[in-house]
């Protein structure tokens, strides 16, 4: 990024960046590395694709920043399940960051993409259910949060399988010439 982009990015997101409650996100697992970074990823994604259809900056670069605030996992705890987060990510976003309604629309639906796999592919997370209606996004904003996240999820996840077929794999191979030379 230009400067003077880099700039404005900080200037957006320092604040939140330099939060206590939101350096715990260092913390939770999340794609294969840890919720922070997919946070960072997914807010400077939002930004330029932001800039590119004259979204309003500050509020989808801050929506994409808060869009997974929740602490724990996604599986220990109903609130955080994949349906269940965006409306906790949104109530924390609320209580440390005082976001808009903007902001906190687009947090809500970030899931959208999920809400129609799950229509084709229904015996993914039987037990939650969902209206797409109910998260669709309202906004270019709402859009814009959950295309990043989208995007970065995707790329995180293969990059994290990619890794760990690899690690396995090199681990075979020790194995077998371990075992080959002490045969």
Known sequence: MK?????EYKQITEKIINNDKFQKTKEDLHHGSNKYEHL???SKCSFIL???FKANIESVTKAALLHDFFFGS???KKENSYLNHPKTAAKNAKTYFNINKLEEDAIKSHMYHHVIIKKVLPFINRNEKAKV???KPNSKEGWIVCISDLIISIVETIRFEL???VK???LIIISAISLRHFN
Do not use: A, W
């Open 168 to 170: 396995l794999s090199f």
């Open 50 to 52: 932001g800039k590119i």
């Open 133 to 135: 209606k109910d998260y």
């Open 74 to 76: 996604r599986k220990t």
């Open 3 to 7: 400067k003077e982009l880099i700039s």
């Open 40 to 42: 960072i990823r997914v």
């Open 163 to 165: 890794t760990y077929i």
